[in-house]
Every structure is written in C-alpha cells, then in structure tokens.
C-alpha cells in the first residue's frame, strides 16, 4: 500500500512486519520518531513485541544483545552521540556473531554540538564488525530493513546490520512509500530460528573468553563472514525485487557511469541531488556519472572497481572524515583503484558536515575542482 | 577455520590445571584439624573438600600450587611438601 510518510515511519512499518520480539532504544534526535512510532503501535495492540525502555544507549545495545542471545528477533535505533555511546556493545554484538538490526540516522557529532546531518557517527563504528547499509530514500530505508533480517540471519553470514539514513532529510522527509503487505513480507523473510540460544534449560556460556592461542582465528571467522556477505547482499536484493517488484539494496548502483569520464562516489541521500547535477551537466555535454555505495561494511572492491573501470577522474564526497587523514570513503575506495589496478585520478571532498547544505552547485563545484589540484581531502563550501 | 564461539557449561573442568604446579603441593596432615574450613573457603580453585576433622583433601588434578591453603590453616595441619617426596594423596 503507498502511503505519504517519513522515512522515520517506512522504517518503523518495516520493522514491526519483520515482528521482532524485543525493541529497546532510547531517545535521541534525530532518531526519535522511529522509536516514537514502534512505541505507539505497540502501545496500541497493534505490534506484539516488547518494548522496554531504558536508561540510556549503551543499556538499549545491552538489551537487545541479551534478547538476541536468547533467540529473539530484535531491533534498535540511535543518532550521533547515542550511537558512540552504544559502540562498546556493538563491538560485542558482532563478536558475538548477534544478527541485530539497527537503523543510525545519520548526524554529527559533538562537539560542538550540533543536531544535524552528517554521517561521521556511523562511519566512527565502521571498525565495529557491523554490516552498513546506506539508504539513499524513504522507500529504500524501509527496504533495506527486510533485507538487513534476511541477510543478518542467515546462517552463513550471523553478522549485525545497521542501515543508515540521513538525519532529516530521510528520517523527516515525506515521500511516497510502498509499505508491503504482511504476507508478502513474511514469504521474503523466514521466522527467526538460531542454532543456538540462552536458555536455563539447556545452559550455554556465549561470549567466553579467547586468549591469544583463538583470538585471530575468531576474528578471521568474523571477517570471513563479512567477505562472504559480499556475495549474499546482491542476491538478497535480486529476490527482493522478484517479490517486491522494485530494485532497493544490492552493492553498488551505478548512474550514468556506462561512458563516464567523470564521476562522483557518495552514499545515502546525497546522490539524489548528484543524480539531478549529473541530468544537468550531461544536457551541457559533460560526461558525468555516479556511484552510490549502498553497502559500506563490508567493502565491495571489486564492484567497485568494475563499475568505474573506464572512468578517468573519480571525486569522492565523504560527509565524514578521519581527521587528520582523508574522509573514510576516499580512502577505502583508493585502496580499491590500487588493488582493481584502475588508471582513475581519484580526489576526495569532504562536504555537508553538521548539516551544511549540499546543492546542486555544490556538486557543480566539486566536478569542477575534479580537473583543477590534487586533493585527498579538500573541504566544499569551506568559509574564508 | 570455523570456530564455535560458545560453549556449554562446566567446560572449564577440561583444563586439568594441576599440571601448572610449579614444585609444591599442599600434604594434609590430618593431625591437629579442628574442621574449621578455612582451607575449604580459600582455595580459589573450589576442589577442598571435608566436613569431619581430619577428613579434608583436595583434588590434585586441579590443585596448582598456591599454598594459601597451608597459609590460611590456624593449626599449621597443612604442609607445601616438594612434588618429588612421596606419592599424591
């Protein structure tokens, strides 16, 4: 059924036909109304799940680790500093192999402080173990949580999910949203069944110690498990859309890049406006292109490297950056060029932090400054 | 490899730590016991056990060595002997 909603309520609608049994977050801006509307149906009869409220972020990941423990399907949600609060645990729910799902709406970090949209809080826990989805609309934000389940649980991946949605301008935008039937959901994604589970009838230790005679090899398991989600991702996408009738998730989406000499990587709701400049620059006779990383964690290399193979100049816009270094995504794709042996010229550009406006002129600019110096961070838009 | 991160209780009973004594075990002389329990309390491996006086033992499979028990034993009935003297028990 379409419905005119926030991409805060194609989430929540998402979340409550995937039944979870236990949702636990606490409040935060500018995640709040997800919770809010999880709350609300469950409050209502509507949703048959516990809520429980808790007494802070780092408690919500504590919870919904222990419930996933105990073999239910669960769901949390968190922004900026909630998120930071939260990453001893997330650290813990991918170690412990816990397929949780959890949507991060997007915003910065303090200080100073500051409500708005960027994406260094997600990108401040890249290195948690987690795998990262980013959505580029209300529709996708919905879609990327069936599909976050599906590939979370499935046996041979056992791997934590986050998609991630920009502050505002996904999680309070409205848009038409295709909210599928319960039925329809439920022929997508199977009842949550794990091997293993907490239960005082039959004990079980789950998160031992490992000294350093298995530690190494349990994180190789763990990277191996993400490494082996590159090939699950796409075809969990490839069966969403013979069910849904729609294309949403996957690796990559590439954007007029088939005779690209310029092109751009971003991710999430910023390649909306680089689409609509590469409309315009192409009626201008500039051969420009996108690549939208849709899967961040794990890395995907060699789509990567495909999908821009005959590129000359790549910019890569991170509305994050690793102070000091470059913006995550810029360095992560470099790498990629180097091992897929690319010929691209590949500049970074770090844009839009603590919610600073990305236009279409922004985007003019920074295919611009493509041809212009060498960059591996040059700030847009930056104040003299 | 794959490793199974979980695990199901009591697996600690498989490290059969009294192989990490280094020279000394615990002999109880079962003299002058007075059952107080001290000994039984103190182990911090949980493997003393007795109720009568003169009736307390520990389990040398798992004993490593600490000598707290000697130490703690108010009647010195508790000896570190050298692990080459005489046979365990």
């Keep these: ?384 | 490899m794959s490793i199974n991160i979980n695990s199901r209780p009591g697996s600690a009973r498989n490290n059969r730590t009294g192989s990490w004594r280094v020279d000394r075990r615990p002999k109880f002389l079962r003299q002058n016991c007075i059952a107080c329990r001290l000994c039984l309390l103190i182990c911090p491996e949980g493997i003393i056990t007795g109720k009568a006086k003169n009736s307390f033992e520990t389990d040398y499979v798992y004993c490593k060595g600490c000598g707290l028990c000697a130490a703690v034993c108010p009647k010195k009935d508790i000896e570190m002997i050298p692990e080459d003297t005489e046979t365990e028990g």
């Design chain 1, 1 to 384: 059924m379409k419905d005119f909603i926030e991409g805060s309520d194609a989430v929540a609608r998402a979340v409550a036909l995937c039944r979870p049994g236990v949702i636990s977050a606490y409040p935060i801006t500018p995640q709040t109304h997800i919770v809010e509307f999880l709350a609300s149906m469950v409050a209502d009869g509507k949703l048959k799940s516990q809520f429980i409220n808790v007494e802070s972020e780092h408690s919500a990941a504590s919870l919904v680790l222990g419930a996933s423990a105990a073999g239910e399907r669960v769901f949390s949600a968190s922004s900026s500093q909630g998120l930071i609060l939260m990453s001893e645990v997330l650290f813990n729910i991918a170690g412990m192999r816990m397929p949780v799902v959890l949507a991060c709406v997007n915003r910065a970090l303090s200080a100073p402080i500051n409500i708005w949209n960027d994406q260094q809080d997600s990108m401040a826990v890249r290195d948690s173990g987690w795998i990262q989805l980013y959505a580029e609309t209300g529709q996708e934000c919905g879609d990327l949580i069936f599909q976050a389940y599906r590939l979370a649980e499935s046996p041979e991946v056992r791997v934590p999910v986050m998609v991630c949605l920009d502050g505002y301008l996904l999680s309070h935008g409205l848009e038409v949203v295709d909210v599928p039937e319960a039925a329809e959901v439920d022929k997508f994604l199977p009842p949550y069944r794990p091997a293993e589970k907490l239960d005082p009838a039959a004990p079980m230790t789950f998160g031992p110690l490992a000294g350093p005679d298995y530690y190494l090899e349990i994180r190789h398991d763990l990277h191996a498990a993400m490494r082996g989600a590159l090939k699950l991702i796409p075809s969990i996408a490839a069966d969403f859309s013979r069910q849904f009738g729609r294309n949403s998730g996957g690796l990559i989406e590439g954007y007029r890049l088939e005779d690209a000499e310029l092109a751009i990587v971003a991710a999430g709701s910023v390649c909306g406006t680089i689409k609509e400049a590469i409309d315009a620059l192409r009626q201008e006779g500039v051969k420009a292109g996108l690549l939208r990383l849709i899967t961040y964690r794990p890395f995907p290399e060699e789509a990567v490297s495909a999908a821009l193979a005959g590129v000359g100049r790549v910019a890569v816009l991170d509305k994050a950056i690793s102070l000091g270094a470059t913006g995550p995504i810029y360095a992560d794709l470099a790498t990629a060029l180097v091992h897929g042996k690319n010929q691209a010229r590949v500049n970074g550009y770090i844009a839009g932090l603590g919610g600073r406006d990305i236009t279409i002129e922004t985007i003019r600019e920074i295919f611009t400054r493509l041809s212009g110096e060498e960059v591996s961070a040059g700030f847009v838009g930056l104040k003299g």
